[in-house]
């Protein structure tokens, strides 16, 4: 590195020293400054990763390690953040008064994010409310309409690992209480940029004068999500993790609300603790992240477990296995979408006046398609990301593969893991009660829908420029076949349709119906490829094969890109 190169860095440092109101970032920052000066390279490296770039406020707002530096979570970004939204709400309606309600989960600095944002938010003249205590994320976004707010502003990073704190913003209005979508995410960003350069932190305009919101908030909550419970009461034996989060407390109320026996809840993940000491990541797709579940579910004899994961706004499900050394099978995405979609178009056809639209991802099973088809519904695929999902007009039910799922879009527009939950258990009660188990539900969906058979191979990279590199790869030498099929066309999305807008996702179309994926994460350091396979449900053991020899070929193809 140039003389030059560690001079601006250093300058950078010291200068966000200076503005820094948090005195454990500040010792942080200030010992690798020492260092650095001192001629250690080490520090000097890390100065530059923290200082060389900054968190892009996007579509799914900031994420990052809650660390000093502008490429980092902390209260001189988020300070920076909150200034220039209320920039941003102050120049959207100018002859309104914004209004802005704020959440929070239990992530390590997540209170003191959202204070800091009510404080500035009400400094910069805007009605600010805080939420009660830590919370859900389909709270916040309750609360968003609920409360006939301009903005809601949710301090969470969901289920990324235990370092990592980030900040999502949904609008109310018109936006009806949705995530941001693009351009909004770019005039946000714009206005953070500009305080950024202009302005020091700590002589940013506060205020103590922010309202707590009431309890009757989170008790809306509750009752509107118990009402998803339509099914006669089964006694049911339920196990349930919050994944460390904050999850718990709102679910139990919401169970005990709507007449379900409480579930068994994993003791040591029930207290939102942002160590998360009990998992590698506390998302429940990963690998190990459901065995204490596991085994509490098989101490009870536990016939459904029910995971969220730690904001609550996914969630999993697992039924019992005999076959699997766990004792349970954990759905994916797309079995738990597929089966509550059909639940939604079956409860539609029932209305006076049925219709509306079924939706999902662009990554998610065509099994929701299928659904649509049958019962008359509109069906419409989106760009990957609930803030999409949640948008679709005349919308009954939406998910996407990652676990996320709509139920109620009359009440909630977004993912929300908590009426998710109280559905399925709706669903699971409904069956029970006529003695079919999830299992045979599954089976009859295939038997009326045809054999859907999902997979993913998700490749975690160290390297940032590696996702772009396989992207390129594939564009500039697509394979001709995956799995020993024939690809019979490729289309980029980078483009946009008429029916998407522009999205870095390649979609390869098979020669046997079936369909592959790639696209980059938008939260974590991953590239992503999404495998779907349909069959017929007399020739669904061919799924397996087909879905093991594609996978087998795309890691190779990764492998060759960045070779």
């Known amino acids: 590195m140039?003389?030059?190169?560690?001079?601006?860095?250093?300058?950078?440092a010291w200068a966000w020293l200076?503005?820094?109101?948090?005195?454990?970032?500040?010792?942080?920052?200030?010992?690798l400054l020492r260092d650095a000066e001192g001629g250690s390279e080490p520090a000097l490296d890390e100065l530059h990763s923290r200082f060389d770039t900054r968190l892009e406020f996007g579509t799914a707002g900031l994420r990052g390690r809650t660390e000093a530096g502008s490429a980092r979570m902390n209260r001189?970004?988020?300070?920076?953040?909150?200034?220039?939204?209320?920039?941003?709400l102050l120049e959207r309606k100018p002859d309104t008064a914004p209004s802005v309600v704020i959440g929070y989960d239990g992530r390590r600095n997540s209170r003191v994010f959202a204070t800091d944002t009510a404080e500035l938010m009400a400094g910069a003249g805007i009605r600010a409310i805080l939420l009660p205590r830590m919370l859900p994320t389909p709270v916040l976004a309750f609360?968003?309409?609920?409360?006939?707010?301009?903005?809601?502003?949710?301090?969470?990073?969901?289920?990324?690992?235990?370092?990592?704190?980030?900040?999502?913003?949904?609008?109310?209005?018109?936006?009806?209480?949705?995530?941001?979508?693009?351009?909004?995410?770019?005039?946000?960003?714009?206005?953070?940029?500009?305080?950024?350069?202009?302005?020091?932190v700590l002589e940013l305009p506060r205020s103590d004068d922010y309202e707590i919101a009431a309890e009757d908030v989170v008790d809306a909550y509750v009752d509107a999500t118990a009402a998803v419970m339509t099914s006669e009461r089964?006694?049911?034996?339920?196990?349930?993790?919050?994944?460390?989060?904050?999850?718990?407390?709102?679910?139990?109320?919401?169970?005990?609300?709507?007449?379900?026996?409480?579930?068994?809840?994993v003791p040591e993940q029930q207290e939102p603790d942002p160590a998360f000491p009990t998992v590698a990541f506390p998302n429940p797709e990963e690998p190990g992240a459901l065995d204490l579940a596991y085994a509490l579910a098989r101490e009870h004899?536990?016939?459904?477990?029910?995971?969220?994961?730690?904001?609550?706004?996914?969630?999993?499900?697992?039924?019992?296995?005999?076959?699997?050394?766990?004792?349970?099978?954990?759905?994916?995405?797309?079995?738990?979408?597929?089966?509550?979609?059909?639940?939604?178009?079956?409860?539609?056809?029932?209305q006076e006046t049925p219709g509306g639209v079924l939706a999902c991802s662009i990554v998610s099973s065509p099994a929701l398609a299928a659904v649509a088809r049958e019962y008359s519904l509109d069906f419409v695929e989106t760009l990957t990301g609930f803030k999409w999902v949640s948008r679709v007009p005349g919308l009954i039910f939406g998910y996407e593969e990652a676990l996320g799922y709509l139920v109620n879009p009359g009440t909630v527009r977004d993912k929300d893991g908590i009426s998710a939950a109280i559905d399925f258990l709706a669903m699971t009660s409904f069956f029970k009660a006529q003695n079919i188990t999830i299992e045979r539900v599954l089976e009859a969906f295939a038997e009326r829908f045809g054999y859907f058979a999902s997979d993913q191979l998700s490749l975690r990279v160290t390297n940032l420029s590696d996702i772009a590199d396989i992207m390129a790869y594939l564009r500039a030498d697509p394979p001709s076949q995956l799995g020993g099929v024939?690809?019979?066309?490729?289309?980029?999305?980078?483009?946009?349709?008429?029916?998407?807008?522009?999205?870095?996702?390649?979609?390869?179309?098979?020669?046997?119906?079936?369909?592959?994926?790639?696209?980059?994460?938008?939260?974590?350091?991953?590239?992503?490829?999404?495998?779907?396979?349909?069959?017929?449900?007399?020739?669904?053991?061919?799924?397996?094969?087909?879905?093991?020899a594609v996978k087998e070929d795309l890691a190779a193809i990764a492998a060759a890109a960045t070779a």
Request: proline content about 5%; hydrophobic content about 40%; cysteine-free.
């Open 2 to 12: 140039s003389d030059a190169g560690t001079a601006h860095v250093l300058t950078q």
């Open 18 to 31: 200076a503005q820094d109101p948090d005195a454990e970032t500040r010792v942080e920052l200030e010992t």
């Open 76 to 88: 001189v970004l988020v300070g920076q953040a909150a200034a220039g939204i209320a920039a941003y």
């Open 143 to 200: 609360a968003v309409r609920h409360l006939d707010v301009s903005a809601g502003i949710m301090v969470t990073a969901s289920h990324n690992p235990p370092a990592d704190n980030g900040y999502k913003v949904y609008l109310g209005g018109d936006d009806l209480g949705s995530q941001i979508v693009s351009p909004t995410d770019a005039e946000i960003e714009a206005h953070i940029l500009r305080v950024a350069a202009s302005a020091n």
């Open 234 to 265: 089964v006694e049911l034996t339920v196990v349930y993790t919050a994944m460390h989060g904050v999850g718990w407390e709102t679910f139990s109320r919401v169970a005990r609300k709507a007449g379900l026996t409480l579930p068994h809840s």
């Open 301 to 350: 004899g536990a016939e459904l477990i029910v995971a969220n994961d730690p904001d609550a706004d996914r969630l999993s499900i697992a039924i019992p296995d005999a076959d699997r050394a766990e004792g349970y099978r954990q759905l994916s995405g797309n079995e738990v979408g597929a089966l509550l979609g059909w639940r939604a178009a079956v409860l539609n056809a029932e």
């Open 486 to 548: 024939g690809i019979e066309g490729i289309d980029d999305l980078r483009d946009g349709s008429d029916q998407l807008p522009p999205t870095d996702a390649l979609r390869f179309r098979l020669a046997d119906g079936s369909r592959v994926m790639a696209r980059p994460s938008g939260t974590e350091p991953k590239i992503k490829f999404y495998l779907d396979v349909y069959r017929p449900n007399e020739r669904r053991d061919e799924a397996s094969g087909i879905l093991a």
